[in-house]
């Protein structure tokens, strides 16, 4: 059932309810849609009540006339929660998503059951000096054809632009206001991380994906979480190995 709910500050947010049980918030990665996780809206919802939202200023959502934030889009999750009347969730965020789940984890614990996040980091500089540099240039070029390979980026992202847009021209201007966040946030610190004390699975491909420093790095400052390192699985383990995906995050649920 897809619905919309209009945020204080005016955006309009797309998302889908499905199933029923238990809430379990889906948040997809950048540039993406919620469709980019249709195969674990489908599994989900045959045991909870999935809440699939397209993120402020992707997908089906509407634009904003302010600079794109985890933070912003972690408030826009708080409110939905609250016109949804549901006062606590667990929840599940991929890249992008995984990084507003965890501030939503930060910034109000009380409202997180549980936290999944895959290949997300707690602070920027858990990319590499090279991958920041190569952020802050990105560049989209309709006329090459490598630009728009669907199973490249940014390529693979063009379709989920254009369920909220009637062409490409601003496409080049959303991929630099994206890059402009992921190359200067998040910015929690270890400390920050001690605080949260919420049960948290922190979700990891073994090659190109977030690095497994950063990633034991997070692991160990959460109090309370555990690390699955998917063998041969990258940033995109839930397109890859959805299986193995669904049965970590199932018993990690079901604990």
Known sequence: MAETY???DGIILDYEIKGSGETLVLLHSGMMSRDD???QIEYFSNTYQVIAI???EQGRSSESPKQ???DLMSNDVIELLDHLNIKQTNIFGQS???ITALLTAHYHPTRIKKLIIHGAVYNYTGYSPETIAAMKQYSW???NPEDIDPTRFPGMAIKSYLLGRKDLTDFQKHLHEMASMWSSSPNLTAKDLNKISIPTLIIVGDHWDVSLRHSIEMHEEL?????????????YIHKEKPDLLHKVISDFLNQ
């Open 54 to 56: 397209d993120s402020r």
């Open 6 to 8: 209009k945020t204080s």
């Open 96 to 98: 992008d998503g995984g």
């Open 37 to 39: 996780m249709r195969m």
């Open 223 to 235: 109090s309370n979480s555990e690390l699955f390192v998917a063998p041969g699985a990258t940033h």
């Open 141 to 143: 070029d309709a006329n």
């Open 68 to 70: 794109i934030t985890y």
